[in-house]
């Protein structure tokens, strides 16, 4: 039996040290507004709310839990934001390219979490913590069980590039024994994977194409139009390192500069 849309949403983003700024934080809100019709709230969980626009709500930093993206566990608290059981809220990264309709995110209302797939190569976890929606409260359990122990589960689930901890993998440890639920594939995509954005010398390695080794100048990055509605930019990557060129082994982007605007 299908269910009809969730009417409110609330989209949050996280932003702390110096890997996002306030204005690539205010990309994503007015993109948000673009492409979203049903009525929302939009917070930045921060602990630098210098330049974000106005509309932008500001909410600080859990005080625990701070040790690589351990932060954004918090969204499974009891009580988020002052939010209540009745209340969803819809998490994105920063680094996304918002390029359709993001209606989708209201359906199926029933599902108390739901996540992206993750499609890239040789992970690790089911779920892609680019985009997930939580009912809030319904999961406490899993920031409750983090914060008791986050040193000792940091050093158990450690994400790649130096990062202490990854959310991705505490959140695949949760759901070890039980069914992920996910957005349509064809909604979001990984751009290095789905928009045909590497070039033949990917093979080379990062620090060829650091050094332009590369074939990246060749050819564009495009979107596959099926519907697609983020493009998540998972890695070294940005959106603004392909808006007007190549980066590295990856190619321009005409889609970003067209989307990921004020």
């Not at 589960?153 to 992920?180: C, I, T, V, Y």
């Not at 983020?230 to 982007?253: C, E, N």
Request: aromatic content about 10%; glycine content about 8%; some cysteine.
């Amino acid at each position: 039996m299908s269910h009809p849309p969730i009417k409110h949403l609330n989209i949050i983003c996280y932003k702390w040290g110096d890997r996002y700024t306030a204005d690539e934080v205010n990309i994503l809100a007015a993109s948000v507004r673009r492409n979203l019709s049903i009525p929302h709230r939009f917070f930045c969980i921060t602990d630098d709310p210098t330049g974000l626009a106005p509309g932008i709500e500001v909410a600080p930093m859990p005080d625990q839990g701070r040790i690589g993206n351990g932060p954004k566990i918090y969204t499974f608290s009891k009580g988020f934001l002052g939010l209540g059981p009745d209340d969803y809220v819809v998490s994105l990264d920063i680094d996304i390219v918002i390029v359709g309709s993001l209606d989708f995110l209201a359906d199926r209302p029933e599902l108390d979490f739901i996540i992206a797939r993750h499609r890239a190569s040789r992970t690790r976890s089911r779920g892609h913590g680019a985009v997930y929606r939580l009912r809030v409260g319904a999961l406490s359990h899993i920031w409750e069980e983090f914060i008791a122990d986050a040193q000792g589960w940091s050093a158990r689930l450690p994400g790649k590039n130096d990062n202490p901890f990854s959310e991705q993998r505490w959140l695949e440890h949760h759901f070890k024994n039980r069914e992920m639920d996910h957005f349509p594939d064809n909604k979001i995509l990984i751009f290095r994977v789905d928009c045909s954005a590497r070039s033949l010398t990917r093979f080379l390695g990062r620090r060829a194409g650091q050094l332009g080794l590369t074939t990246a100048f060749f050819g564009k990055a495009r979107l596959p139009g099926k519907g697609e509605a983020i493009v998540s930019f998972s890695g070294f990557t940005k959106p603004k390192d392909v808006a007007h060129s190549h980066h590295g082994h990856l190619k321009r982007a005409p889609f970003v500069a067209e989307h990921w605007r004020l």
